[in-house]
Structures are given as C-alpha cells and as structure tokens.
C-alpha cells in the first residue's frame, strides 16, 4: 500500500490528485460566481490550458501529480478537493452535496484503488474538502450547505487523536477555504466579516490574519496553495495578497488561471493532497 500523510495546509507537497478542465462548463449555476458568468460560460481549451500549465508547475516543483480521468458527466470534476481529503494518514471519500456533482467520488475511488492508497469511505456523510483544513492535530471545518454538522461528528468519531473545531460561515460563499486558508502554523488568510464571530476569535489567536479585500476575494485570492517552504501558488491578478505574501518572505508562484476561477474555485480548490512531507 501506498502511504498517504497530511498534517498541515503547508508542509512541502509530495503527490496530489488533479483533473484536467476537459469537460469543465457551468450547466446550473451552483454559487454566485458561476451565476455573474452563465451567460459568458468557460472557454473550455483555455481553461484545459491554463490546468495544464498549473500540472506542469506542480511537477516543476517535484510535485508527483495524479491525474482523474475526466468524464463528459462532472462539469464540475477540475475541483478535485471536495471529493476526497488527507487528514492524519488517512485519506475519506466525501459524498458530493449537489446534484451536478453526484458521481464524482467514484473516478476517485478508482484511482485510489489503482494506486494501491487506501481510504475511509463516507459516502453517507455530507461533508466537502473545501470546508476541510488542517494544522497539525487540529481539523477546522466549515459548516456549510455542504458540509453539516452530522457528519462533522461522525468525522470527529473517526480522528479520536485530532481536535475538530467547526466553523459557521456566511451561505455567501461556497466553502470554508474561499474565506480562510492557513499558510504557515502563525500564518493564515482571511476575508473579513464571514466567519462567526466566536470561532473568529479562536483564529486570531491562533494565527497572525492577513487580510483579503473584497476586490480580491472576487477573484479568490484566498484561495491560494502551499506548496511547502514558504512557496504559494497564486493568481497574477491578486497583486494585494501577494505583495502581502511576498513581504512576509513568501516565494509567490504566479499561475494564470482566471478562466477556471470563473466556476468558483482556484488553487486549492482544484488540488487533493495525499502526501505532504512532515518536518521531522
């Protein structure tokens, strides 16, 4: 068996599950960015080459990538992290709450089996990666429409070893990692004014929070990836975050991919991480 570890948002990136933007199109708008570019959709091969571009530096950064096998079915599928996530040593298997995107969790599951990974199957839960962030033996999980509350404590049952901290935020935005994101263990992202108030507090305490504005939200600048060593991969339009990223000694690897953001996600949405190297 393969081994899968992750204890952090930022540990160096060793393999990840990615899937090209071969069928990628919005068909029902699912959150509000979608809705401002039904009308426009997605170029397509466009969007494929900027995912390519986005593969390619990954493994520039000697990152192993595995790649889903895309079908016709899941226009949503380039959004590889709310499928499935690592926490500790074990990788789960979500159930997808919205219609569009029932099914996906099977490509994954073949992958999975391919490469001989073993997982933790909660199909019956509803619960996605986006609203799945971990830092150490701490688990910070958003409560969404995606994601409730049963299958947080059902989660819970399962990581005894873990600490799991829920975090309500606004229905305003899709997942917990579109409005905070940790970067380093004193650092995160954050857009302002989404979270409740008391989790809210628990953060700043926690972490040193930089702050994303509205502008920037709009293009998800939170929504970066770590890399491991200080290096994040980020949008070349969020110049505000990453100067703010840059200043605070982080190496900022510019990647265009508007063309996909117009879904919804970005970076951490469209990666699964099932190998992050933990400092010894």
Do not use: W
């Amino acid at each position: 068996m393969h081994k899968s570890s992750c204890f952090s948002e930022y540990d160096t990136l060793k393999k990840v599950v990615l899937c090209s933007a071969t069928y990628m199109t919005i068909r029902e708008p699912i959150n509000e960015t979608q809705k401002q570019f039904l009308k426009e959709n997605i170029d397509t091969e466009l969007a494929k080459k900027q995912h390519q571009q986005l593969v390619q530096t990954l493994k520039d950064n000697g990152v192993e990538v595995l790649l889903l096998t895309p079908s016709e079915k899941y226009p949503e599928q380039v959004f590889t992290r709310d499928i499935g996530f690592t926490l500790g040593n074990q990788v789960f298997v979500a159930h997808m709450a919205h219609d569009v995107r029932q099914g996906e969790e099977q490509p994954l599951i073949d992958l999975l089996e391919k490469e001989l990974i073993t997982y933790t199957n909660l199909l019956e839960d509803k619960i996605e990666g986006g609203d799945v962030l971990i830092d150490r033996n701490t688990v910070y999980i958003g409560v969404s429409n995606r994601t409730n509350k049963k299958a947080i404590e059902h989660l819970q049952s399962l990581l005894p070893t873990f600490e799991v901290i829920t975090v309500p935020f606004t229905d305003t935005y899709l997942h917990l990692d579109c409005v905070f994101n940790i970067l380093s263990e004193d650092e995160a992202l954050i857009f302002p004014g989404e979270i409740d108030e008391d989790k809210l507090k628990i953060l700043s305490s926690r972490y040193n929070l930089i702050k994303v504005s509205e502008e920037e939200q709009a293009t998800l600048g939170t929504n970066v990836l770590s890399i491991g060593n200080k290096r994040v991969l980020s949008l070349p339009i969020n110049k505000e975050v990453n100067k703010k990223l840059k200043d605070r000694g982080y190496e900022v690897i510019e990647v265009d991919i508007s063309e996909i953001i117009k879904s919804g996600g970005a970076f951490r949405c469209c990666t699964m991480p099932i190998l992050r190297e933990t400092p010894q």
